[in-house]
């Protein structure tokens, strides 16, 4: 139903940026907020952060002042802009889509959330 496909990431030194983007297809309809979550070696995988459909942002406290996260609904996609980024930011990140906010009639079209392949980020110290 959707398809979620990021890309940006790669290998960068500590204090460095980099902006990862995750293009949605497919029935985007069925997506209300969005959402990037990263998974590290050995451990769960976390919330970096959220956006609504309407705008509102949620940030782990890990990240706040660092990462950005915007949508261009026009063109289907998310970002996250990382800046100031440290190597426990290293982790394999994916994007979310979630269906749960779509309007009543709507959601019936619908599946469950839609995840993403992941992108890789490893930053060095």
């Known amino acids: 139903q959707v398809q979620l496909v990021e890309s940006g990431g790669g290998l960068v030194q500590a204090g460095g940026s980099l902006r990862l983007s995750c293009a949605a297809s497919?029935?985007?309809?069925?997506?209300?907020?969005m959402g990037w979550y990263r998974q590290a070696p050995g451990k769960e995988r976390e919330l970096v952060a959220a956006?609504?459909?309407?705008?509102?942002?949620n940030y782990a406290d890990s990240v706040k002042g660092r990462f950005t996260i915007s949508r261009d609904n026009a063109k289907n996609t998310l970002y996250l802009q990382m800046n100031s980024l440290k190597p426990e930011d290293t982790a394999v990140y994916y994007c979310?889509?979630?269906?749960?906010?779509?309007?009543?009639?709507?959601?019936?079209?619908?599946?469950?959330?839609?995840w993403g392949q992941g992108t890789q980020v490893t930053v060095s110290s």
């Open positions: 956006i609504t459909s309407g705008g509102t942002t």
């Open positions: 497919g029935t985007t309809i069925c997506i209300s907020a």
């Open positions: 979310n889509g979630d269906p749960a906010g779509v309007g009543v009639f709507l959601r019936p079209l619908c599946g469950g959330e839609y």
